[in-house]
């Protein structure tokens, strides 16, 4: 099953334990390169570009599960701010 990435309005949370800053991701990409070879054999990538990309599998760096990450908006996933209590 191929996992959901977010785009610049979204980010990756964990569900189990609050994660919002580290993940293992385990994706395929497919591309197609450009290689420069100088005399001696030795190549440089000069140009890449990606044709497919998939995101197999997306697991919390701090709980270990994958079953519990999920796709939050950025403001969903700021943490609530408490207000200040007055005397």
């Known amino acids: 099953m191929s996992a959901t990435v977010p785009d610049t309005g979204q980010r990756w949370r964990c ?3 609050g994660n919002l800053t580290r993940f ?7 591309t197609t390169e450009f290689w420069h070879f100088d005399l001696a054999g030795d190549h440089r990538v000069e140009e890449s570009v990606l044709r497919a990309e998939s995101v197999e599998q997306v697991t919390c760096r701090w709980c270990g599960r ?3 990450v999920e796709v939050v908006t ?3 996933a700021a943490p609530l701010e408490t207000p200040l209590e007055t005397s």
């Open 15 to 17: 569900g189990a334990c």
């Open 74 to 76: 950025r403001y969903d």
């Open 66 to 68: 994958s079953d519990a």
């Open 24 to 30: 293992d991701v385990t994706r395929t990409r497919r």
